[in-house]
């Protein structure tokens, strides 16, 4: 892997966006402590951790390595969102908002080199907090921040996924089966006939805008997917039920967690889901 001037990778060396911030591995004086003028938050784009890394809980017990001095993040890095955007639309999205540090803090909410880093989730159609913890760090707070942003994560890539792979099971049999006869379980609630499922992330909202086309291919790094019915992916397999979904399938690929709306681009244009899922934001 390629290294920079200063002996840490660079965003191109992970095939991330040209915009893409760099927290681990980068030098302390490259990690922000505040968001750019104009910025809302930090969406977290991909997330790997040490051996090193463990609970809060440990931590206070002192059983446990301390991330002020432990690196605990092996890579994170992020791209800044300018205002804070539709949650529906970024289920699986995991920010990371940076603030000066609270009134009861011990340090001047005015100190530049101190930050609370508060950490949220898009998840049920809402913003939610998940982690108040990491408050009045210095530019280590990548590391105080990267087990918990790493574990919700996974935790709604793979959330996703299952919903993904159910989905798809269940059209199918929804639809060989006489009305009334399909368990209620089995089909969402919905009976044979209805609509197909569909996977729990923007990308079936972008097929229902003619901005993505059920067929076409989506790239990243060398790798090559396939839009399906319903907001899946499908994942290259020889399998009819081999599918995934945005993230979980970029994670697969890349052998630790990524955000894949990040990455995937429309093949026809080279344009990042991402920015697909702004326009339709925004019509």
């Not at 001047?108 to 907090?129: F, H, K, M």
């Not at 945005?246 to 630790?256: K, Q, R």
């Amino acid at each position: 892997m390629a290294r920079n001037s200063l002996g840490t990778a660079t965003p191109t060396d992970y095939a991330f966006p040209s915009e893409t911030v760099l927290l681990a591995p980068a030098p302390l004086s490259a990690v922000p402590l505040r968001p750019p003028a104009g910025a809302w938050g930090l969406v977290v784009v991909a997330v790997r951790t040490t051996a090193a890394a463990t609970t809060t809980l440990g931590r206070l017990t002192g059983d446990t390595p301390d991330p002020a001095r432990t690196d605990t993040a092996d890579l994170m890095a992020g791209v800044w969102l300018p205002t804070r955007p539709p949650a529906h639309l970024h289920t699986g999205d995991v920010v990371v908002r940076l603030q000066p540090p609270c009134s009861s803090s011990p340090y001047n909410p005015d100190d530049p080199t101190r930050a609370d880093a508060v950490i949220l989730a898009a998840a049920g159609g809402e913003w939610c907090t998940i982690d108040t913890s990491v408050r009045s760090m210095g530019a280590r707070w990548p590391h105080e921040a990267a087990p918990a942003v790493l574990w919700q994560m996974r935790y709604l890539a793979d959330a996703a996924y299952n919903d993904a792979q159910w989905a798809t099971l269940a059209g199918p049999i929804a639809a060989a089966l006489p009305p009334g006869l399909l368990p209620a379980a089995l089909a969402g609630g919905e009976s044979a006939g209805s609509p197909a499922p569909r996977a729990p992330d923007a990308l079936a909202e972008l097929i229902d805008a003619g901005l993505v086309e059920v067929g076409e291919q989506l790239v990243w790094n060398g790798h090559t997917a396939t839009v399906q019915e319903g907001g899946v992916l499908h994942d290259g397999g020889p399998h009819e039920f081999a599918v995934s979904t945005v993230t979980a399938l970029a994670t697969s690929l890349a052998g630790y967690t990524v955000n894949g709306w990040h990455l995937w681009r429309r093949a026809r244009d080279n344009r990042p889901l991402s920015d697909l899922r702004t326009a339709l934001a925004t019509r």
